[in-house]
């Protein structure tokens, strides 16, 4: 059985990480018409969602068009793929913890699979002394090897009961504080100092790498646990 924690909140995206169209397509932009079709009024998740424009001119589904995404996601290299089944440990330049030391990702392959499970980590947030104390502020190769060993769940490759057992995994690690929300450099936390607060500017980063390396995705599937369903919300329109 996979435990109901790993599974808090997915967002099935059909057609995939690579599912951006042609260079030609408009980056994604919630706030408008245009990307919402004639589907309607739900079509923005911004403060200003309830004006016409934002809305279209029907229901509320957003349409059956295909949304667009911004295509400067899939500038960098794509990762080097390891042997199918072990993990990939990739140091993103200008990534951040929240102690300002620099961070990255990982990938397990699976040559086999066109598709993609990217998996946002949890650890609670950092808003005061006590909450800062609690929650990591590093991250780095040396501790995913210390942990990649302790993966279960959606990661187990040997549980035919595991619908992802297939598939390729991205996992996100959690060091920023900020539910993988943030893009505050030098926040002041009371009792905790600066934070660097840039989970969200860390995913735009990793995706540069994950785009082009998942190039013929066919489906992904956005998911998490604790502060990671937070951050799979708010960062479902970058992914």
Not at 167 to 181: L, S
Request: net charge negative.
């Amino acid at each position: 059985m996979i435990p109901a924690r790993w599974l808090i909140l997915g967002a099935l995206v059909l057609g995939g990480v690579a599912g951006c169209g042609s260079s030609d397509d408009a980056p994604l932009d919630p706030g408008t018409g245009d990307n919402g079709g004639e589907g309607g009024s739900g079509g923005s998740d911004d403060t200003d969602s309830g004006t016409e424009d934002d809305g279209g001119d029907g229901g509320s589904g957003g349409g059956d068009s295909e949304p667009h995404c911004d295509d400067t996601k899939a500038t960098g290299e794509p990762v080097t793929p390891g042997a199918d089944g072990e993990w990939v440990w990739v140091d993103v330049p200008g990534a951040k913890c929240r102690n300002g030391s620099d961070t990255g990702f990982a990938i397990n392959f699976n040559s086999a699979s066109k598709n993609v499970v990217v998996y946002l980590e949890g650890g609670g947030a950092c808003f005061n002394g006590v909450t800062c104390s609690r929650n990591p502020a590093s991250y780095n190769h040396g501790t995913f090897n210390e942990k990649k060993g302790s993966l279960g769940g959606i990661f187990d490759r040997s549980n035919d009961a595991n619908p992802l057992k297939d598939w390729n995994f991205v996992y996100i690690p959690y060091c920023t504080g900020d539910v993988h929300a943030g893009n505050k450099t030098g926040g002041n936390v009371p009792f905790a100092g600066e934070q660097q607060f840039v989970g969200y500017a860390n995913i735009g980063l990793y995706l540069q790498r994950i785009v082009p390396t998942f190039a013929d995705a066919e489906r992904v599937l956005l998911t998490c646990v604790s502060a990671g369903g937070f951050g799979a919300a708010a960062n479902y329109v970058q992914v």
